[in-house]
């Protein structure tokens, strides 16, 4: 298995973890098989890791330490085997973890520290190029309306060249981050970063 592809698994096995801590690991599978990376291990290379002038960083450090979805969340959770998809309960869970989800704190602390990080490029709009902007993600296949990731999960890229990379290619993004929430498509995003170096996820 090459790095690439240990990236993605790695993503893929921790989002399990934050599925199940909001409860919607039954719900989301229907949607989009959706989640939220939520802990160490992600996979990167070593002369990655090596790089001195940037932090490199893993998407578990964006969340505010001690932060966990609402024990309502947790409560609905117990009912989510008996919802059926697109039923008024199921639809009224939804609206209640992308409250959640919308309202996600960011790490302040972070503001203005150069960074670079891995991800998922997800288009905005009608910019299927993402040759302007793009939103980055931390698992594949994260969807950006059934619900969304956290916001302090997704962060808007303003390249600093223009790129153009299929939806869901594997990136690095490095640049300063900012912890600013805005609303980018139909996402609530908690971090931005201007000007950014993106390049290919490779070995």
Known sequence: MNKVDQFKTSLLQHRRGWLQAAGAVGLLALTC??????????????????????????????????????????????????????????????????????????????????????????????DTQHKKSFLLVPYFGACVHTPPPPANQIIHVTPAKPVSFPTMETVWVQGVIRANKSVNGESVTGYDMGQAKVTLYRD
Not at 87 to 95: D, F, H, K, L
């Open 33 to 126: 098989g959706g989640g939220v990376v939520g802990s160490s291990g992600y996979a990167w290379s070593k002369s990655a890791q090596a790089e001195q002038e940037v932090e490199v960083l893993s998407w578990d450090k964006l969340i505010p330490t001690g932060w966990r979805p609402s024990p309502h969340l947790q409560l609905l959770a117990n009912k989510i085997s008996s919802l059926i998809d697109d039923s008024p309960q199921s639809q009224a869970y939804m609206r209640a973890l992308r409250k959640e989800w919308d309202n996600a704190p960011t790490r302040d602390d972070l503001d203005g520290r150069r960074i670079k990080i891995p991800g998922f490029v997800v288009a905005i709009g009608s």
